[in-house]
C-alpha cells in the first residue's frame, strides 16, 4: 500500500495562521509517524492521514495551551 505523505503546506490548512512556523516541522514529523503508525485499515488513507493530522494538533494545542477549538 502507497501511503500519502503529510507535509507542511497539508499541516497550515488544518490550523488558523498561512505562515509556517518554528514548531511546525516537528508536529508535521509527528503526524507522519502517527500516520505511518495507524493500522486502521477500515478507514481510507485520507482519513487517516487527517486523523494523525489532528492528534498531532491536540498535543501541540494541550503544550501551548492556547485552547483552540
Not at 1 to 13: A, C, F, H, R, S
Not at 30 to 58: E, G, H, Q, V
Request: proline share 6%; aromatic share 14%.
Amino acid at each position: 500500500m502507497n501511503k500519502l505523505q503529510i507535509y507542511t503546506n497539508d499541516w497550515l490548512k488544518i490550523h488558523p495562521y498561512t505562515a509556517v512556523q518554528p514548531s511546525d516541522s516537528y508536529f508535521v514529523n509527528l503526524s507522519n509517524k502517527l500516520y505511518s503508525a495507524c493500522t486502521l485499515t477500515t478507514l481510507p488513507d485520507i482519513f487517516r492521514k487527517k486523523l494523525s493530522m489532528y492528534i498531532a494538533a491536540y498535543l501541540e494545542d494541550q503544550i501551548s495551551e492556547l485552547g483552540l477549538p
